[in-house]
């Protein structure tokens, strides 16, 4: 009884990590091209603890099993060279674990795009990522694989673990390979893109790290002439900034300014962080490049982005009531 409820629970904790595993690499790939959320990172953590537990279960039930096996068979358990095959994955596993705590998981940050990281960082993530799945499905591959009980050599079984690893590697490879290739001509926009942010006065003081997110989370727009931006009365879910060309303002159907490059609006409710209509119509009045962000995509943003940008209105806004009372004051 007590030998099948320790298979059982060996089992368990196997299933447990390999579901948990499966999930988060759906997860990756479906979003190898998006910005890092900070919900991604709690998940990540969230399988990290799950799969630490079924390790250290999987551990002291293996040896349970060890020990077990031993008293049983003493001149006879040890000789399977399956046992010790399971030994080196599972020991691989554990060392595996910890490098990806130490060294893998503090290249993942909020606003990381993975398919735009350093090529080093990509393949040292893709590695362990792989090591990790190909080993846990290897483990679980060796327990149920009785008819190789003292029959199958280390080595042929060390072979067949290093085409399980290169077939791994290869699947997961092919869709970052994809979109490196389909971006080379993205990110040679995205250099012009990021040295016209740090050329616009709203970000003054911004760090490299936090343009280049701030990038990933906004949408660029080349438009027309007498395109309309945002219309009077409708709901305010996005501010924009004005990269290029010219727009104009109008209110009550009457003109009340003009933008230009480097100008913003629509920051109020994101500002305010509550529900807002726009108090003003903006229409372009030549072609124009309009970066546009949504204030929901603004929530995944690190906390030093959102600070960033709440100081840096509140800066411009500050600067307009110094200007709005001075030319009140004149005479």
């Known amino acids: 009884m007590l030998k099948t409820l320790i298979v059982y629970i060996h089992l368990l904790a196997t299933a447990f990590a390999l579901v948990e595993l499966l999930k988060f690499d759906i997860r990756l790939l479906w979003n190898l091209n998006r910005p890092l959320a900070a919900a991604d990172l709690q998940r990540l953590i969230s399988t990290k603890n799950t799969v630490t537990l079924a390790l250290v279960v999987l551990w002291i039930t293996g040896i349970w099993f060890v020990v077990n096996g031993v008293i049983d068979e003493p001149d006879k358990y040890l000789t399977n060279q399956k046992l010790w095959m399971k030994l080196f994955t599972v020991s691989l596993l554990t060392v595996n674990g910890m490098l990806m705590h130490s060294v893998g998981f503090a290249r993942l940050r909020p606003g990381v795009v993975f398919s735009q990281m350093a090529l080093r960082g990509q393949w040292i993530l893709l590695g362990m990522g792989v090591v990790s799945s190909v080993s846990w499905m290897f483990a679980a591959f060796l327990g149920i694989a009785r008819v190789w009980n003292y029959s199958a050599s280390f080595h042929d079984l060390f072979v067949m673990y290093l085409w399980f690893l290169w077939g791994g590697f290869t699947a997961a490879s092919l869709p970052l390979l994809y979109l490196r290739l389909r971006h080379n001509n993205a990110r040679v926009s995205d250099t012009l893109k990021f040295n016209l942010l740090k050329t616009l006065s709203l970000f003054h003081g911004f760090s490299d790290a936090i343009l280049w997110e701030f990038l990933h989370l906004s949408e660029w727009r080349r438009l027309k002439p007498e395109q309309t931006l945002i219309e009077e009365g409708k709901a305010a879910r996005s501010f924009y900034i004005l990269a290029n060309g010219e727009a104009s303002v ?18 109020i409710a994101y500002i305010r962080e509550q529900a807002a209509t726009r108090a003003a119509t903006v229409t372009t009045r030549s072609e124009a490049m309009v970066i546009r962000v949504k204030s929901e995509t603004l929530t995944t943003a690190s906390d030093e982005l959102r600070f960033s940008l709440h100081r840096a209105f509140l800066r411009a806004l500050d600067e307009r009531q110094t200007r709005t009372e001075y030319q009140l004051a004149a005479p």
Not at 250 to 267: S, T
């Open 250 to 267: 109008e209110k009550n159907g009457k003109p009340i300014g003009v933008l230009k490059v480097g100008d913003y609006f629509g920051e």
